[in-house]
């Protein structure tokens, strides 16, 4: 693989319109800081362009003033059986491995700049997760300063309560999950790793003993605590994400919408027509659990507009408006006067309350509708989550 220096070199793309037209032409973003760019891989690009560029531009920085490399964290690597190499018959059969836990976080670079210690994610040199990092480090981490940054790249996931994607952390840290050697062009192993956080205070990624195939027999059946899943990194350099049929099944209720707030909002915004399709998309099991949510929500919601029709009845011969105002706020409850007064002015009840359903009650309480299980195979079907 030609290295992004080499890359941009040959393109000639060290000026920034040029980098930023070559970028794109490859699904690549690029976000300035000064002198420095951030490259970052776009999220859609499929299987067949990935090339040698935009799989090293996963964050990777570079001083353009200086033509030089600043930070150069993972390389994108792959799902087990997402990308021809990662098929399970494609993987180094004679190569040795190590394997570690995969946390649900945020992704961080660490890279020196101004001669002060500074942390980027992938797509942005200041947020939210670059603070709390800085913020971390500074309190925890005080050996980060002795790192060799102009040799090393330290990479790692922040975890914590404030920072929850889909698995949840009791603490906020840094975790190192890897270590970049920029003069030899490699990533260090899992023990290495273990080896440079003990040398600079740090706290490294959780290593896991085993086998590969039993690891792999664990993801699709589950057992111990709910985690994202497990990396694999084999001596050649290779990396595989083994993720937990858990995690899938959680994400994927999360792209799906199948929260039982986003199942309520889904259900009030959509037809009849609609609504069947949406359920008929769905696993057979989670078909059933949705549509009697969706059977249940209409029920709901027409108790409510009759609830509404027999409190406007008591007050419908109110002949002023003032007087009809005035009683249903001394006997109406709160939450029931918008849909009084549309009743009043003569307008369809139904779909005033599916546009203000919050207003109605707290119908998003209560347990999830849609629950792993139900979609645990659909789930392990996916390889891109």
Not at 6 to 14: D, K, N, P, Q, Y
Not at 17 to 38: C, E, I, Q, S, T
Not at 214 to 242: C, M, N, P
């Amino acid at each position: 693989m030609r290295s992004v220096l080499e890359i941009l070199e040959h393109e000639g793309c060290w000026e920034e319109p040029a980098l930023k037209a070559f970028a794109a032409r490859n699904r690549v973003d690029v976000r300035r800081h000064g002198p420095l760019a951030l490259l970052d891989y776009q999220e859609d690009i499929l299987i067949d362009q990935w090339n040698d560029f935009n799989r090293q531009c996963r964050g990777l920085i570079v001083d353009l003033e200086s033509r030089s490399l600043v930070a150069w964290p993972f390389d994108k690597f792959f799902n087990l059986g997402q990308h021809p190499e990662t098929a399970r018959e494609a993987l180094p059969a004679g190569s040795a491995y190590e394997m570690a836990l995969k946390y649900d976080g945020s992704m961080l670079t660490g890279f020196v700049h101004g001669g002060q210690v500074r942390f980027a994610t992938r797509s942005s040199f200041d947020n939210v997760q670059t603070r709390v990092a800085g913020e971390v480090a500074s309190r925890r981490y005080g050996g980060l300063r002795q790192v060799d940054m102009g040799r090393y790249t330290p990479v790692f996931e922040l975890v914590g309560p404030d920072n929850v994607v889909t698995v949840r952390y009791e603490d906020t840290d840094l975790m190192l999950i890897g270590v970049r050697d920029r003069e030899a062009r490699r990533m260090l192993g899992y023990a290495e790793t273990a080896s440079f956080a003990a040398q600079h205070g740090l706290r490294p990624a959780e290593r896991v003993e085993g086998d590969l195939e039993a690891l792999i027999r664990q993801s699709r059946e589950g057992a111990g605590d709910f985690h994202e899943g497990w990396v694999v990194r084999f001596d050649t350099g290779l990396y595989v994400k083994v993720k937990t049929w858990q995690y899938l099944a959680h994400v994927q209720a999360q792209r799906m919408g199948l929260g039982r707030k986003r199942l309520v909002e889904r259900y009030c915004r959509a037809s009849g027509d609609e609504w069947r399709r949406f359920v008929a998309a769905l696993p057979p099991r989670a078909q059933q659990a949705v549509a009697s949510f969706g059977d249940e929500l209409q029920a709901r919601l027409l108790a409510f507009c009759a609830e509404v029709d027999a409190l406007h009845a008591r007050f419908a011969h109110l002949e002023s408006q003032k007087d009809y105002s005035l009683a249903i706020q001394a006997n109406a409850p709160r939450n029931m006067h918008t849909f009084l007064f549309a009743r009043r002015a003569g307008r369809p009840l139904e779909p005033i309350v599916r546009a203000r359903w919050t207003d109605v009650g707290a119908l998003d309480q209560g347990d999830e509708i849609v629950t792993p299980a139900m979609i645990r195979e659909w789930a392990l079907a996916r390889t891109d989550l």
